[in-house]
C-alpha cells in the first residue's frame, strides 16, 4: 500500500512529460549536429543566420521542436488534477493489491 501512495505523489508521470523531454531532447541532437556540419564548412555566423533568415530550414524546426516540447512539458508538471470523487469498486480492487 506504501508503494501505492509514493506513485500518486511523484509528479510528471504522463506521457506529455515523456513527449516533451523527448522534443527537447531531439531539438538539442538536430541543433548540435548541425552546429557540427555547418561550422566544418562555413562559419559559426552562418549557423546562427539560419535561425533568423526566411528559409524554412533545421534550424526552424529546432525552435519549433524546443517550444512544443517547453510546452508539454509544462503542461504534463502542472495540469490540473481531475478528481472525479471517490474510487469505485474497480478502483478501489485495483488499488488495494
Do not use: Q
Not at 500500500?1 to 505523489?9: A, F, L, S
Not at 510546452?71 to 470523487?85: C, N, T
Amino acid at each position: 500500500m506504501g508503494r501505492w501512495k509514493e506513485e500518486r505523489t511523484r509528479r510528471g508521470r504522463n506521457w506529455m512529460t515523456a513527449m516533451g523531454i523527448l522534443f527537447l531532447i531531439a531539438a538539442a541532437i538536430i541543433a548540435l549536429r548541425d552546429l557540427f556540419l555547418i561550422s566544418t564548412a562555413y562559419t559559426f555566423g552562418f549557423y546562427l543566420d539560419n535561425f533568423v533568415n526566411a528559409e524554412i530550414n533545421n534550424e526552424k524546426f529546432v525552435i519549433a521542436m524546443a517550444i512544443g516540447g517547453g510546452i508539454l512539458l509544462f503542461w504534463g508538471y502542472y495540469r490540473k488534477k481531475e478528481d472525479h470523487g471517490p474510487p469505485d469498486e474497480h478502483e478501489w480492487r485495483r488499488s488495494n493489491r
